[in-house]
């Protein structure tokens, strides 16, 4: 069993930058896909960054490229997703995920949130213009 804490959204202007962080516990494994997906009101979840933890190749959603960097700490065992530039359209629930079934994705794949078998609950992101 794999436990997922995250922290750190709130409430900014646009512009403005947030750290999100997201804590894992319990056996992982040492390779293993992480990832952040997003949900607004009305909307399907949407994958945010993802990232091969012990492999160190990262991916993103063409939204958010250039503006968001994704990074993990293996000592900590902390996912982190780096956001400046925010826009009201970041705003959603942020959600980390950790997937320990399937050793290789495709690129499609490592932000689809079906190869995904851990959820945290999410934090809050809202942006104002």
């Known amino acids: 069993q794999v436990q997922l804490v995250e922290s750190g959204g709130g409430s900014v202007q646009a512009g403005g930058s947030l750290r999100l962080s997201c804590v894992a516990s319990g056996d992982t494994g040492s390779r293993y896909y992480m990832a952040w997906f997003r949900q607004a009101p009305g909307k399907e979840r949407e994958g945010v960054a993802a990232i091969i933890v012990g492999g160190g190749t990262t991916y993103y959603v063409d939204s958010v490229k250039g503006r968001f960097t994704i990074s993990h700490d293996n000592a900590k065992k902390t996912l982190y997703l780096q956001m400046n530039s925010l826009k009201p359209e970041d705003s959603a629930m942020y959600y980390c995920?950790?997937?320990?079934?399937?050793?290789?994705?495709?690129?499609?794949?490592?932000?689809?949130?079906?190869?995904?078998?851990?959820w945290g609950r999410g934090t809050q992101v809202t942006v104002s213009s």
């Open positions: 995920a950790a997937d320990t079934m399937y050793p290789v994705l495709t690129d499609a794949q490592a932000l689809h949130k079906r190869v995904y078998n851990y």
